[in-house]
């Protein structure tokens, strides 16, 4: 009999040389059909080329320099000039390689609208947040798009609607009086900026966990002090890994995630106190037990919890406005001049009741004057989740549309829109808020909240509490010194900060 011969590695060959040529042949038809689709959609809205960043990038085929760059000034804290300079210097829109990913970078009015509210659906935040944001809180609005931040947006649309009933002015009163407690007598200086954060998160905490953290306090327990201690780290490398983008994996993460693990077991326990609470308030009220499901009061805790730490997570933007006030107005004797007498003509010396707040006009034009110059987010982004366009920025004039593929990231900067162009009258770099008598907060430009279905749900919360601090410092002090050695330097964290502080005095 004949031995039956093995087969050649020739015949081994030829299955294997079949299936990569078909693999290769599939993604090329699969490349193909993309480019023709872009390239209809292109010509269907007339799109054109978007500048791209030239210069010393031009032969940077990796973005590795431009990476670098962008390092670079995050680090010296620069990144805003440098920012509004390419701006000026490419047009409101323009394209960056970096690290190998096409970033447009827009100050658009007319593409930030596009962003936030004409194409809302086309655009996620969640593919670049929810690495960041996930251990701190998994199922957050901050981590989500689509029906998963529908429901968590309901949820919070529900608890922040009813302002009458969330805002307590009398507990603003005590919050303004422990603020009191840290400013030194006969205008002395103060970090005020410090002051403004502690005062910021009493409140926050207060209202999303039921208990202050007593920032403000001069003892302060040593478990809320710790919660602090780790927020703070929480938020401050959710925001250095999210200027790192991918490199932020060569980072260790332990103490990051101890942080977030503590901080979360600080928040459990408050919420389970605050259902266990409400839950026998109802049993006392209805005279039954509720059904008790393990999981869903599981789920429950850990859905409050997620909200809290939201909230929590977005608490610095009330301080950035409080700090950025102190900092105009230390500047500006003439608008605190005109401030005090606003309010002590329509109030008086009374702390505000709630109708009084709405007639404080000038406070109005004050604060919207400080958030338009100190916005809280200074960059924001979004990715776009299917091939798409944006209306403006292509062509030599910028004024065509541009096309933007699946998965390309749009950077929009709120601070080159609030500062550059004309949208907001003359010299826009200067604190001026009697521009506000001409123009209107709702203005499409003007973007402190942002806009759309995304836009702040805690808006108006803030903009009451804000008016009532406001209020109560003037009719408190008359004059604002100003003790800052340093110029303005921009500190970016979660929200906006001067890294020098803002070192004033109040007589
Ligand atoms: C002056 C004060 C405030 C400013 C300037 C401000 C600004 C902003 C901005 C710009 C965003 C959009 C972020 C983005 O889309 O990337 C935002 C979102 C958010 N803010 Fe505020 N905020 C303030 C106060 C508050 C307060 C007091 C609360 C809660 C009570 C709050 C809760 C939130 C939440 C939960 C989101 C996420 C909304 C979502 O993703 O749908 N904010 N805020």
Redesign the pocket.
């Known amino acids: 009999m004949q031995p039956v011969e093995a087969p050649g590695p020739a015949v081994l060959s030829k299955p294997l040389t079949v299936t990569v040529v078909g693999v290769i042949l599939i993604l090329l038809v699969r490349r193909l059909h993309w480019t023709l689709k872009l390239r209809k959609l292109e010509r269907l809205y007339s799109c054109e080329s978007l500048r791209n960043e030239n210069g010393s990038f031009r032969y940077d085929f990796l973005g590795i320099a431009k990476a670098i760059e962008l390092a670079f000034h995050f680090r010296r804290r620069s990144s805003l000039p440098y920012t509004n300079a390419l701006f000026k210097k490419y047009g409101e829109t323009y394209a960056s390689n970096v690290l190998s990913y096409r970033l447009i970078f827009t100050c658009s009015a007319e593409n930030i609208k596009h962003l936030?509210s004409t194409a809302f659906a086309d655009f996620d935040?969640s593919p670049l947040r929810k690495p960041l944001f996930e251990p701190i809180t998994p199922h957050g609005?901050?981590t989500q798009d689509g029906a998963g931040?529908k429901k968590?947006?309901d949820q919070?649309r529900t608890r922040?609607s009813n302002l009458r009933k969330i805002v307590d002015l009398d507990q603003c009163e005590r919050h303004f009086q422990a603020f009191l407690q840290h400013v030194p007598p006969n205008g002395q200086a103060f970090d005020a900026q410090a002051c403004a954060f502690a005062l910021a998160l009493d409140m926050?905490t207060l209202?999303?966990l039921g208990e202050s953290v007593d920032a403000l306090s001069f003892s302060q327990s040593r478990e809320k002090k710790q919660f602090l201690t780790d927020l703070l780290f929480v938020k401050e490398t959710i925001v250095q890994d999210g200027f790192r983008g991918p490199l932020r994996y060569l980072y260790p993460k332990q103490r990051f995630l101890q942080c977030c693990k503590r901080a979360r077991r600080y928040v459990i326990a408050h919420v389970t106190r605050q259902l266990k609470e409400r839950s026998s308030m109802s049993e006392k009220a209805e005279g039954v037990s509720p059904g008790r499901d393990c999981s869903t009061e599981d789920e429950q805790v850990s859905l409050r919890a997620d909200q809290a730490l939201?909230?929590l997570l977005?608490?610095d933007?009330?301080s950035?406005?409080l700090s950025g006030l102190f900092f105009c107005l230390s500047h500006d004797k003439r608008v605190v001049h005109k401030l005090r007498a606003s309010i002590l003509d329509a109030v008086g010396l009374a702390p505000p009741t709630w109708g009084q707040l709405g007639s404080l006009h000038y406070v109005r034009w004050v604060l919207q004057e400080v958030?338009r110059l100190f916005?809280?987010?200074v960059f924001?982004a979004r990715v776009a989740n299917k091939d798409s366009t944006l209306p403006t920025g292509g062509g030599t004039d910028g004024n065509s549309r541009v096309l933007i593929r699946k998965g390309e990231i749009v950077v929009f900067s709120?601070w080159a829109r609030h500062r550059l162009g004309e949208d907001f009258g003359e010299n826009p770099e200067e604190f001026y808020p009697e521009r506000w008598e001409h123009l209107n907060g709702d203005m499409i430009g003007f973007?402190?909240?942002?806009k759309g279905?995304?836009?702040?749900?805690?808006?108006h919360?803030?903009?009451i509490?804000?008016t009532y601090l406001v209020a109560r410092i003037f009719q408190t002090f008359s004059t604002v010194s100003n003790y800052n050695t340093h110029d303005w330097t921009e500190r970016i964290s979660m929200?906006l900060e001067n890294e020098n502080g803002v070192f004033i005095g109040l007589s």
Request: glycine share 2%.
């Open positions: 936030l935040s609005i901050f931040w968590s947006r919070l922040l926050q209202f999303s939201s909230i977005a608490n933007s009330m950035t406005t958030m916005p809280a987010v924001n709120t973007i402190p909240f942002n279905p995304r836009a702040c749900p805690g808006q919360y803030a903009m509490v804000l929200t």
